[in-house]
């Protein structure tokens, strides 16, 4: 079915002033631009199919990303489809592994951000080669196809290539009742639009309202610049919602380890069922002591948004140092490195709860959750993936949110996500 | 003393063509391109003095480190000079954590490596005015003056700022007798030239006798690519040494943890003092796997050079990852990233043994270790610095060894590295 040889890449700088209403402003990120690094993939095959990618970025720095992408493309142009889709790893790896470019890396920062859009572009083009939206492709895919997508370097000690077509083949089992199940009634969302920094009060209440009349019961709200701010928010939030519907804490890398037990104990009271990002995302071990700290509390640690690749997310497993794990579809190396990743959660125990929201994160991740419940967790226990209300507009395909869950986009030939 | 405003930052994208050679080839960079983002700051004081700095690259990739340093430099152009090393910390925050670019990072990968040719332009600069190299800006500086060059953000759970300013105090004593010292002796240095992993073994022979003549006592040896290659180089570069003169490998992250301890197992006869990069260099738990494993075996465990920031190092100190700890000038932040790195290392009671080489890197690197033994260590057991001898010849004043070891730079006015 694969066909065509890549004849053209194409990369854009798209940008969207949120700024300018505090749209997705948190601790850290005081006024990000939504923005990202498009990548358009086009074969001389006769169908006329393109192939779309993006990464995510927040404004500024967005053309050094579009100049990483350039950088790679040389791995891309003039090559057989067939080859790349068709030795997915060893492609996979050409990309991540390009002897000079790895130094600017490896597999972090803005080279794997690039990696990742144009990875994104070939799963989409995959997609539409085989008529399917990107989840599908890959419930379909025979285990052993999905493993020869894997980079398993560096993850050995954590995941073998065995253990993960043992699962994969386990995950086979229930897999049509499961794919019934989502497509009648989706995959359970929670929704940060309601609680940005830099919201006021009386916005706050106003988007709570709405969401509750909207179904949702799970709400996310940002903290960590100011501590009696957060307790009137939390509290403000949690009156709104009520003692039933869950409450989830994002700090945005805001602390230091001790900074974050002290800070977060404070908001104990409030019943939040994770502190997310409560220090730098770098620091496994660091996460591991906060970890423990609060376990008495009943409070878990969520993160991964900015976990940059497997090999950080093999240690926070290792480490016990997350609860929910939080894969993001464009910082790590696309399909590909998410499908390691959710094969060690499963491993671990750890439910995968997605990072979304940004723009284009909601269209992108909602086919690896998809992917995870039908094929891989079989459970929904502790599950949810982000949903945040912003610039769906801009795309041709924008997810479909019913009674607070993502239902699997099914048009035929539309792989993902395309901008209008 | 530190005066004008800066008027203009700009960035040039330098390449030399070393793969011709195979020089600087190892397992994972078969053909490096020795490149550098290559920085000039000026400002409108009447000295004349410009500020030089770089990023180390491997050549392809090199645009895209320019574009992130083009990206940065809205925060340092206008600015008084005076503003931007009187409160440093804050400086290196504000480049550190845009809240738009640091979300391509955070503090890793391109926009760290543009902040680190940024940031040293400014210590060459600051270096200049005073009439100092940098290392004796360094000795001669206030400790709570060095401090306030520091963010502590993320690290204080393992060194907070009042006992890196006891370390820095008691550092100040027998201060002079070691710069003394220093001045007399140098620093000393390893070769790492003779055996590249693309050498032939006649290149291999004549370079270690070359070596040897020259009064080095410390070789390295990459590995990592084929073991019976290994064995045979090691075998062939033990016996041109003799038993008494230290032998150390590399293998630039080649393998998987289980293959690593495997592998180094059977090179153990050749008697290497550490195994360098054994794998991913995000793998802090990994590292300290192999080290646990080789332990009996008495081979330490040496990694840094891409060791991405300080949270990093933080935790191979914590988690006992390595033996040996190889900062390098242009990976972290500069200076300033490097000082905090220098002072947990002696908190753990680990010896820094800089990464150089490439191009600048012997150049820039020789006045942080300076730097640390006169000020910091007070030590010169079991440390050393990497010295490779290429493309000195580029640069106006070039490092100078003697019998093995690193002369103290002592050109009035050269606060460090300046291209002809």
């Given at each position: 079915m694969v066909r065509g040889r890549v004849i053209a890449l194409s990369v854009t700088d798209v940008r969207f002033p949120t700024s300018s209403d505090q749209h997705g402003s948190d601790a850290m990120h005081t006024d990000p631009d939504y923005s990202a690094a498009y990548v358009v993939i086009e074969t001389d095959a006769t169908d006329g199919l393109k192939g779309y990618g993006l990464t995510f970025t927040l404004g500024k720095g967005t053309e050094v990303v579009v100049c990483a992408v350039k950088a790679l493309a040389v791995h891309i142009v003039d090559r057989e489809f067939e080859e790349i889709v068709g030795d997915f790893r060893r492609f996979y790896r050409q990309l991540t592994s390009d002897g000079q470019l790895r130094w600017i890396g490896p597999e972090k920062g803005v080279v794997h951000l690039a990696t990742a859009a144009i990875l994104n572009a070939v799963w989409d083009l995959w997609a539409k080669q085989e008529g399917k939206p990107l989840w599908k492709l890959l419930v379909d895919m025979d285990p052993q196809k999905l493993l020869s997508c894997i980079d398993f370097r560096y993850i050995?000690?954590?995941?073998?290539?065995?253990?993960?077509?043992?699962?994969?083949?386990?995950?086979?089992?229930?897999?049509?009742?499961?794919?019934?199940?989502?497509?009648?009634n989706g995959y359970p969302a929670y929704t940060t639009s309601c609680a940005w920094l830099g919201y006021s009060d009386q916005q706050l209440k106003e988007l709570c309202v709405k969401a509750l009349k909207d179904g949702w019961t799970r709400f996310k709200v940002k903290v960590g610049a100011d501590l009696p701010d957060d307790i009137r928010r939390c509290k403000l939030v949690r009156e709104m919602i009520g003692p039933d519907n869950l409450l989830m804490l994002d700090a945005n890398q805001r602390w230091d380890v001790q900074e974050a037990i002290d800070w977060v104990s404070k908001l104990a009271e409030f019943k939040p069922l994770w502190i997310e990002e409560p220090t730098s995302p770098d620091d496994i071990l660091g996460h591991a002591t906060i970890s423990k700290a609060l376990a008495p509390l009943g409070i878990g640690i969520a993160t991964g948004e900015q976990c940059h690749n497997r090999v950080m997310f093999k240690q926070f497993l290792q480490a016990k140092a997350l609860h929910y794990l939080q894969i993001d579809s464009c910082r790590l190396g696309s399909v590909n490195e998410n499908l390691s990743v959710l094969l060690m959660a499963k491993k671990f125990q750890i439910p995968v709860c997605p990072h979304a929201g940004g723009v284009g994160l909601c269209e992108l991740v909602q086919h690896l959750i998809l992917f995870d419940y039908i094929s891989v967790s079989a459970s929904l226990e502790n599950r949810m993936c982000e949903y945040v209300d912003h610039l769906h507009e801009h795309f041709k395909y924008p997810v479909t949110i019913k009674k607070a869950a993502y239902m699997p986009p099914q048009v035929f030939r539309a792989g993902c996500w395309i901008f209008n």
């Open positions: 050995t000690d954590a995941l073998t290539e065995e253990e993960a077509y043992d699962m994969l083949k386990h995950g086979k089992l229930g897999q049509k009742e499961r794919e019934e199940q989502m497509l009648k």
